[in-house]
């Protein structure tokens, strides 16, 4: 099992920036790649952005190229989801995931975290 809590959502105003963190504990987080997803209320869940097991490679989604960036630190067990130049339409639930998969898929990930929510004012 691994057990996967993010943190670090919160209320942003457009244009600003927070980062979210997802710390794993149980088995070897390098066995994993990690992603995030979000799900918006009323709409299905969406991928943002995925990271492979070592760090070295990674996607985003279209729809925030250039505003989030994924990355890892395996000496802490940790996944990040830097966030910039907010918009009211990354108003979301967003879930960190792990799985012995690199991609764009739900279905994929083997393990969740319980969601951190993001709001973002106009």
């Known amino acids: 099992q691994v057990q996967l809590v993010e943190s670090g959502g919160g209320l942003v105003q457009a244009g600003g920036s927070l980062r979210l963190s997802c710390a794993a504990s149980?088995?070897?987080?390098?066995?994993?790649?990690m992603a995030w997803f979000r799900q918006a209320p009323g709409k299905e869940r969406e991928f943002v952005g995925v990271?492979?097991?070592?760090?070295?490679?990674?996607s985003i989604a279209v729809s925030v190229q250039g505003r989030f960036t994924i990355s890892r630190d395996n000496a802490k067990n940790t996944v990040y989801l830097q966030m910039n130049s907010l918009k009211p339409e990354d108003t979301a639930v967003y879930y960190c995931?792990?799985?012995?998969?690199?991609?764009?898929?739900?279905?994929?990930?083997?393990?969740w975290g319980q969601g951190t929510q993001v709001t973002v004012s106009s």
């Open positions: 995931a792990a799985g012995s998969v690199y991609g764009n898929s739900p279905g994929g990930y083997d393990y």
């Open positions: 149980g088995r070897t987080f390098t066995n994993y790649g």
């Open positions: 990271i492979s097991r070592s760090g070295i490679t990674t």
